[in-house]
């Protein structure tokens, strides 16, 4: 059985135009309404996007954590951006996560006029390979699958980036140096995922769905690499790493950080990866 292949490389940090005429894009975990929620740069972002097709691979709302909500113009400003796309021929496709799992129930009101909503698809790339296409939540250990625990999760993260905000403010920390309350959420993530397991779970699922490849979100950690002679994307998220996953008309797959300078805390979910053989771009 093959393993990872080891080469990798960072999402080249994109120019503006970087998601203009694409075939698709895909974004995972912009977490609107949660405290870590960064509205601004997602709005920049939508208002720049000129695709065939856009996939919302899940935790876009996280409104249904029972905590405070916090929401302001600029997410109303996003959702009326992504109606837009809808309504003048972006194909638009939600596929809800663990932080709004209530839209995946029978009945569920699509919260987005114009958006279909689906918990898992088939995406076929413009070079004939297919992709299994879902949050990846739908992998997690069975205890981890409880909402109990995405509402216990999420409170947990708010509360410590409460207490990191607060020791960067008194102690006049760097933008890039990570906090001890930023190193204890980073191993958090790193204990949920379980090294690898989270990555050989959705590629073992793709390859039983008879999919070349798998794209997800849910880890917050931007991968594009292979693993087991399937292709893995994930496209990070909008809280730290600010990165797409772009597909081009010629069927590559490109992840890039689209809004680097937005991002001053480090990321706290590890280091982004790519690697040549899904189509990861390089600076020249």
Known sequence: MSHARPEIAPPIPAPPAAARGVRSVFLSDLHLGARAG????????????????????????DTFHGGKLHWGP?????????????????EVTYLPGNHDAP?????????????????????????????????????????????VMTRLGSRADAALRRLDESL??????????RSPFGAL????????????????????????????????????????????GIAYANCGDWVDSFTALVEHHDGRMALIA?????????????????AGGFGAERPA
């Open 74 to 90: 600029t997410e109303d400003a996003i959702l009326g951006e992504i109606e837009r796309l809808a309504r003048t021929g972006t």
């Open 185 to 228: 959420q980073a191993t958090a993530n790193a204990l949920m995922n379980l090294g690898d397991r989270f990555e050989r779970r959705l590629t073992a699922l793709a390859a039983a769905a008879g999919a070349d490849g798998v794209i997800c979100g849910h880890s917050h950690k931007p991968v594009l690499k292979e693993v087991d």
């Open 38 to 61: 960064r509205p601004g740069p997602i709005l920049a972002f939508l208002r720049r996007l000129d695709a065939e097709r856009l996939y919302l691979v899940g935790d876009i709302l």
């Open 258 to 274: 689209v809004a680097p300078e937005a991002a001053p805390r480090p990321a706290s979910a590890g280091t982004a990866q790519g």
């Open 168 to 177: 960067r403010r008194h102690a006049g920390l760097a933008p890039d140096t």
């Open 103 to 147: 839209l995946r129930a029978p009945g569920a009101v699509p919260p987005l006029a114009g958006v279909r909503m689906r918990e898992a698809l088939i995406h076929r790339g413009a070079d004939g390979r297919r992709h299994l296409v879902l949050h990846g939540d739908q992998c997690d250990r069975r205890m981890m699958r409880w909402h």
